[in-house]
């Protein structure tokens, strides 16, 4: 295969695989302009921990994801992925919530057969994306690829500029989070060229949590809550509990409404049984990633009826009090945030938020916590 430039060309034309119904300009820049650097005078250097700084000669046109935050990152910023891992349980289902915006799968090339393993390099020689937004740091340990074996990719297509923050730690990544949601937003925003898109964006979160904060009982009368990952299966009688630690982006949403952590940060390393679960007797029961990857009715069925079955579940007081929520995961960029932040809120405060109707596509209009168009206009740039 012949060595494909190091040195990105493209020019005007940005991002060939971008997002259906996008009304505004497709230039390098929102403002039409391009960063001056050292470097050269249309060139431009990013640096994503713990990758290294890499500079750029024009702006990339095509990324390649898990997917993972960075793919809903790049969705956000009115750019679908080149080239992804299984997309199994990724949160199309809000990309379909949203006015002109679309997700192409039929445009998507494989790189694996499932985001945790199946990783072959010629899948990703033949996507010849320009950036990769995914953390090396992954492959290695997913795929045990050596570091020759990100530096072969990298010589070959483009950069990985991607830096995982899902977990607070890990010993998949090791150091790091070095971002929370929004510092690793902007980091793409700088990427792509598309400050405007990320400052509308952070004008539409803000939105959004002032309108949370003014909802929000006193401090002393927020509930607890026992955040599970990994799935939710009452008839194993083992969970996993993901802390509600501040830099842990997939239990983001419970912090955002001010849920307390049941386990008090002490949350136990490995799979606990009902015994644990009930000592702390949480008054709520989270599906981190449940409502990503469930309907309502899926919901209801494997997690909601078998707690409200069994023998020990009975005896919670989150199922006794039909308390059992579920929130987006692994795939939370700033568009899943949005849906999984109106969700738990209308699931935990519906005297000031309003009811869950057990869908973000059937809350009606009035009681909508943000606005949809004003989001698809962001991620199309409409108005910048």
Not at 37 to 64: I, K, L, M, Q, R
Not at 188 to 215: P, V
Not at 296 to 312: G, I, S
Request: glycine share 8%.
């Amino acid at each position: 295969m012949a060595r494909r430039r190091q040195i990105l060309a493209g020019g005007a034309s940005l991002i060939a695989a971008s997002l259906a119904g996008c009304t505004s300009s497709q230039s390098p820049t929102d403002d039409g302009s391009t960063t001056q650097t050292d470097a050269g005078s249309d060139s431009y250097t990013v640096t994503v921990e713990p990758n290294p700084p890499h500079t750029f000669e024009s702006v990339p046109e095509t990324y390649a994801a898990i997917p993972s935050v960075w793919m809903d990152i790049g969705m956000a910023l009115g750019i679908q992925p080149s080239a992804t891992a299984s997309l199994g349980r990724a949160p199309l289902k809000f990309y379909d919530a949203l006015p002109d915006v679309a997700f192409h799968k039929a445009e998507i090339e494989q790189l694996a057969s499932d985001s945790e393993s199946g990783y072959d390099k010629e899948n990703f020689y033949a996507a010849d994306c320009d950036v990769h937004l995914i953390d090396p740091r992954m492959l290695k340990f997913y795929a045990n690829w050596t570091d020759d074996d990100i530096a072969a990719i990298e010589s070959s297509a483009g950069p990985f500029m991607g830096s995982s923050i899902r977990f607070a730690s890990s010993s998949a990544v090791g150091d790091g989070p070095f971002y929370d949601l929004y510092e690793a937003f902007e980091k793409a925003a700088e990427i792509f060229q598309r400050r405007a898109r990320f400052e509308a964006w952070q004008s539409i979160k803000a939105d959004l949590m002032d309108t949370i904060s003014d909802g929000l009982p006193p401090e002393s009368d927020r509930p607890t809550v026992a955040a599970i990952w990994r799935g939710v299966r009452p008839d194993t009688g083992q969970f996993r509990i993901a802390p509600l630690d501040p830099d842990q982006n997939n239990t983001l949403t419970y912090r955002r409404l001010g849920m307390q952590d049941a386990f008090a940060g002490a949350v136990p390393d490995g799979p606990i049984g009902y015994e644990e679960l009930l000592d702390v007797d949480p008054d709520y029961i989270g599906a981190v990633g449940g409502l990503t990857s469930q309907t309502h009715a899926e919901f209801v069925d494997t997690v909601v009826e078998p707690f409200e079955a069994n023998p020990n579940g009975q005896q919670l007081t989150a199922v006794e009090n039909g308390n059992l929520v579920r929130t987006g995961g692994q795939f939370m960029g700033p568009i899943v945030d949005l849906f999984s932040t109106e969700a738990l809120a209308k699931m935990v405060y519906p005297d000031a938020f309003g009811s869950w109707p057990g869908s973000p596509t059937e809350i009606p209009a009035s009681e909508r916590l943000f606005d949809r168009q004003r989001v698809a206009d962001a991620i199309n740039g409409v108005g910048l």
